[in-house]
């Protein structure tokens, strides 16, 4: 089945780094991916659609200059936290969707979800 | 705007119980339903989806679910427990935008008693 892969896991960083997410779909090409944000014990908020050679697509409410969002390849995905702050400790969550090719695999309109990172800023 | 209510923040069932989860959506068209499953500092898992087609929908895990169009609800139940099943369980509507994006609601947190 499809599989998507975030790294790393568990970051910790300093305040004011910056901190790099990648989301990898691993047997299939995903056109689109979607980048979710999870506070404890709380739902998933979609941050960001990530369209393949494309700008992302931010939500009312968050920074696209403070999360970048790159979508390089039809594999790749990658989130970039810049000048990290305590506030911004979260656990983020990749999806992704297939292209035509990937249909018979996931099924149309069906998101494969990665294991999540979790950002630790002190 | 379409939203997705989770009425129950938390339930607790013991093992070998009946449960229900429910779910009510706001959308204005026909719309995609789904529920996940969240396991403590996991990433989410499909139980069961929704498109078109027969309105009660079996899904892993012994989990099925029902939409009703009139109560603009889809709950999901399961006939009997196992403490496996304690997790947080997401409903979620996937929005016909130009990417379907998908919206999840608030999220029941499910804990079973042995």
Redo the contacts between chains.
Sequence with gaps: GAVVS?HPSWVICKSGTSVKIECRSLDFQAT?M?W?RQFP??????MA?S?EGSKA?YEQGVEKDKFLINHASLTLSTLTVTSAHPEDSS?Y?C?A?GGQGAYRSI?????T????S?LTVL | AQSVTQPDIHITVSEGASLELRCNYSYGATPYLFWYVQSPGQGLQLLLKYFSGDTLVQGIKGFEAEFKRSQSSFNLRKPSVHWSDAAEYFCAVGVATSYDKVIFGPGTSLSVIP
Excluded: D, E, P, W
Aim: charged share 10%.
């Design positions: 975030q689109t979607f979710y014990k709380q739902s998933l908020m979609l659609t369209n697509t656990f969550i999806s969707r099924g149309a309109n069906v998101l979800f990665g294991a999540g979790r």
